[in-house]
């Protein structure tokens, strides 16, 4: 029995990559400088704080992919009349609340 489901996926306009890239990349510097502040000895609140940073950068990162998730797949499928994303999210969600 297959999965038609295991390998979703969804095509983004231009701009919605853009943005998301950029939001990463932001990140990603973020993470290597802390990396940077911990080979210089830093002070440890100083890391936490620039830890925290790229935490909240995250979580924004992830609330924007969620509203377009939302506006996107889920409302495309609840107009066709299949809620499985809805339960589909719902998962996600519980993993995001960890």
Do not use: P, W
């Amino acid at each position: 029995m297959g999965c038609e489901n295991c390998h979703k996926t969804r095509e983004r306009s231009e701009e919605e990559y853009r943005l998301l890239c950029n939001r990463l990349s932001r990140i990603e510097g973020q993470i290597r400088g802390i990396r940077g502040m911990l080979e210089k000895d830093a002070y440890c609140v100083d890391i936490l704080s620039q830890a925290a940073a790229a935490n909240a950068a995250l979580n924004a990162f992830s609330r924007e992919l969620l509203v377009q998730h939302l506006r996107t797949c889920v409302a495309r499928d609840l107009k066709a009349g299949d809620d499985s994303t809805v339960d589909e999210l719902a998962a996600a969600l519980q993993k995001l609340m960890k």
